[in-house]
Nanobody, 121 residues
Framework: QVQLVESGGGLVQAGGSLRLSCAASGSIFRINTMAWYRQTPGKQRELVAAITNGGTATYAESVKGRFTISRDNAKNMVYLQMNSPTPEDTAVYYC???????????????WGQGTQVTVSS
């Protein structure tokens, strides 16, 4: 199986910056797309940004120009650089990965446990 562990969440002032990290570990044959999602109470989890193993990134309109997703394939890590966050970015942020735990098994979707990001005004 594949485990995802997020770190880097916390309290940040609006207009500041914060960097989230996610480490994938366990039985990993291949990781395809990695992504960051976020969720606030009473709302559905939403995609923030995703990046393919080739480095192609996509973003939610609400974070374009402010957040940057990147990954280190050698370390099985994905990052989310959050610049100029606003209180509307306050949420629990989840790491997500499409991964194969072995050569002869299907691709599964894995989730981290989430990390709280709170943006103060």
């Amino acid at each position: 199986q594949v485990q995802l562990v997020e770190s880097g969440g916390g309290l940040v002032q609006a207009g500041g910056s914060l960097r989230l990290s996610c480490a994938a570990s366990g039985s990993i044959f291949r990781i395809n797309t990695m992504a960051w999602y976020r969720q606030t109470p009473g709302k559905q989890r939403e995609l923030v940004a995703a990046i393919t193993n080739g480095g192609t990134a996509t973003y939610a309109e609400s974070v374009k120009g402010r957040f940057t997703i990147s990954r280190d394939n050698a370390k099985n890590m994905v990052y989310l650089q959050m610049n100029s966050p606003t209180p509307e970015d306050t949420a629990v942020y989840y790491c997500n990965a499409e991964a194969q735990p072995g050569r002869w098994v299907p691709v599964y979707i894995y989730w981290g446990q989430g990390t709280q990001v709170t943006v103060s005004s």
